[in-house]
């Protein structure tokens, strides 16, 4: 142990300093950033779970109004222009 010595810091040079300082502040802005998207990633996950149940439920209805004017009109298709039904002849 007599043969170390005890070092004192050396300090950096100013450019250096800043150069670390930039390498700090750019990782700290690149973390934020993806813990913004992260959020981001969610909330658009949840209006894609919410869109896609609007969209069942949608769909659910078509499928009763179809069926309604089906049994109503019989076979056919809507005029939705003109507000009318044409029935297929068979």
Known sequence: MAN???????PLSESEKEQLQDVVQMNQAIQQALG???VRKINLENEETRLKQQLSTNSQKETELAQKLESKYGKGSVNLEKGTFNPITE
């Open 36 to 38: 913004n998207l992260a």
């Open 4 to 10: 170390e010595e005890i070092q004192s810091d050396i």
